[in-house]
DNA sequence: AGGCCTTTGAAGATC
DNA sequence: GATCTTCAAAGGCCT
């Protein structure tokens, strides 16, 4: 498995996991994937074309039958009775998971289980193509929506796009492919929450023949409502309802058509970063660990953790992610994030006077602290949007990392282990630190950096709403 | 019903 | 080029 000084090649320097160095390990393994991809679509291009055939005779059978997504892929036996076996193991790989699930679902595996069995998992979906066997028949899956297809065992799953990606024949999308090529599928019925549930179900995988139904390889892709033109899991149609049927399009406008048909835009998920992967992951984990259910406490806990995690156990969801992002330009190469601008509501007014009440940009910080401005790092570390740490000569902003998770009410939850403790500047401004008269917050994102860096004693586990929280954080700090 | 919270990282937008 | 903004997941909470 490539790594990611493959990528420096001694051109950068020993940041190996930041953004840009992250970004030429992509474009150099985005190279070597397209060689690799060369390399599966020079294979026999016969084995595409019956793939292609096998698709068409699936759609047709599925056409006839349930109009359940995936239900195109529900000729499993089809497949097999067509004997192809390479094309069981393109269309059916979720049944490979599925044995690994079984090895993940052992009870007593409930605590840090995930990373390796998943892992290797990964590994095994790397190295190994899926076993293709008698009774490879997809299961009908149930009405797909992304929390009713959450993992009943809270098994962690990778995003679909690598397992598609961990396929021993990765097809790449052709490059002319078009954003409209990518909408059509979505119009198949009821296909909402494809990306999350699949992100978020490697047992189950109910998406993964979706998955290997690739544009490039579904010929009912141009047909609207074609039953094999199942979508991509990061396709996620905005209200998850079903595209009104062409007859029904008659009785409106063109002008109208073409707003709703603007309106309904399916939307492309971001591939996931290499922390959300991450979160996807142990976020089960934590759950059993804590008491919480709340995701923005758990997300501070999985923050902390994911700085305590050495660089090594870091580089690998990285790399993850690397291949996430490889994998979603190749499907869809005329996407861009700015296609989901503004779709979710921006934040509110008194959010950006907050922060026009926080010390500003690293530029402003410096001037107004008196650092250096080629010298001293001052940064809002990778968050780069607030400067509230100041740290002279160094490349990299340490986490902000409390003294355990017991602030965050997991006393199970063991601190991290190499957990950075971070600088301050002599001469730092005391008004932005807690008043130690009062309780020093326990929400690690904004109140431990402006906190004392010495670890203090377990904080009391927090009853208060975070809402709550934000607004001692905020009223201590406009009293300062 | 839908936004907020909370995290980090990636990428687009802005200056 | 540096900085800022938005979105990606998650689910309880709040309006």
């Known amino acids: 498995m490539p790594q990611l000084d493959s990528s420096g090649g001694g051109a950068g320097g020993g940041d190996d996991l930041g953004a840009p160095d992250e970004l030429l390990a992509f474009q150099d393994e985005g190279e070597e994937q397209d060689d690799k991809s060369r ?181 009912g892709s141009g047909v609207p409502g074609h039953p094999a033109a199942i979508p991509h899991p990061a396709i996620v149609p905005p209200s998850g309802k079903q595209e009104l049927q062409p007859y029904d399009r008659t009785l409106k406008t063109q002008a109208e058509s073409k707003a709703e048909k603007e309106a309904k835009k399916p939307t492309i998920k971001k591939p996931l970063n290499a922390f959300m992967l991450y979160m996807k992951e142990m976020r089960a984990k934590v759950i059993a660990e804590c008491t919480l259910k709340e995701s923005a406490a758990i997300n501070q806990i999985l923050g902390r953790r994911w700085h305590a995690l050495s660089r090594e156990e870091q580089a690998k969801y990285y790399e993850l992610a690397r291949k996430e992002r490889q994998l979603h330009m190749q499907l869809y190469p005329g996407w861009s994030a700015r296609d989901n601008y503004g779709k979710k509501k921006r934040r509110s007014r008194e959010k950006h006077q907050e922060s026009n009440t926080d010390p500003g940009s690293p530029k402003k910080c410096r001037a107004r602290f008196g650092l250096n401005q080629q010298t001293d790092w001052c940064g809002p570390c990778r968050r780069k949007k607030k400067c509230i740490r100041y740290l002279p000569g160094e490349g990299r902003c340490p986490s902000p990392v409390p003294s355990d998770d017991s602030a965050l009410g997991c006393p199970e939850s063991p601190a991290p282990q190499d957990s950075p403790s971070y600088l301050l500047l002599p001469g730092f401004p005391t008004e932005l630190l807690a008043s130690p008269a009062e309780p020093a917050p326990t929400s690690p994102g904004l109140s431990a950096t402006l906190s004392l860096p010495t670890p203090g004693p377990p904080q009391a586990p927090h009853s208060t709403p975070q809402s709550t929280q934000v607004q001692q954080q905020e009223s201590q700090r406009q009293a300062a």
Not at 148 to 166: D, K, M, N, R
Request: aromatic share 6%; charged share 15%; glycine share 10%.
């Open 39 to 219: 390399d599966s679509a020079a294979g026999p291009e016969r084995d595409l074309a019956e793939l292609k055939s096998s698709l068409v005779n699936e759609s047709e059978v599925a056409a006839g039958g349930a109009g359940v997504p995936g239900a195109g892929a529900g000729a499993g036996g089809e497949a097999e009775a067509l004997g192809r076996q390479h094309t069981s193991q393109r269309l059916f790989p979720d049944k490979l998971a599925e044995s690994l699930e079984d090895g993940l679902k052992a009870p007593e595996c409930a605590s840090g289980m995930y990373k390796d069995t998943v892992y290797s998992a990964f590994n095994l979906l790397m190295h190994y193509p899926p076993p293709s066997g008698a009774g490879q028949h997809p299961q009908p899956q149930p009405p797909l929506h992304n929390k009713a297809s959450q993992p009943a065992h809270g098994v962690p799953q990778l995003s679909p796009l690598y397992e598609h990606f961990s396929s021993p024949h990765p097809t790449p999308a052709p490059a002319d492919i078009s954003q409209k090529q990518v909408h059509r599928p979505l119009q198949t019925p009821d296909l909402s929450g494809f990306y999350s549930l699949t992100s978020g179900s490697m047992g189950q995988l109910p998406h993964t023949v979706s998955w290997f139904t690739h544009p490039s390889l579904m010929l």
